[in-house]
């Protein structure tokens, strides 16, 4: 059963799809972009000056044999492996650059 508020957000992304993909594509102006605009406001965080994040992916047990990180720090890898994937050449210690 659609309730009022489904039924009013399912027409206002119609509405928007539409404008995008057959009317203006670029610099348009639409409820859609001021809410998420509103949601984005909310969601800002400020970073400190040499304040470090870290980045991560989740891969399955599958693809890891293929990649990168499998390849060099797997049960089968070795230490030159991962001297090769993490080195003064390439200090990016995780997916290549």
């Not at 957000?9 to 605009?37: C, I, K, Y």
């Not at 992916?57 to 993490?86: F, Q, S």
Request: some cysteine.
């Amino acid at each position: 059963m659609e309730t009022p508020n489904y039924k009013e957000a399912s027409e206002l992304w119609s509405s928007f799809r539409d404008e995008v993909m057959f009317r203006q594509r670029f610099f348009l102006n639409h409820p859609v972009l001021d809410r998420l605009g509103a949601i984005a406001k909310t969601l800002e965080e400020l970073i400190a000056p040499g304040r470090i994040y870290y980045r991560a992916r989740i891969i399955d047990d599958n693809a890891l044999k293929e990649h990168m990180v499998g390849k060099c720090y797997g049960p089968d890898a070795t230490k030159e492996d991962g001297k090769w994937y993490h080195s003064k050449a390439n200090k990016f210690k995780g997916l290549s650059k």
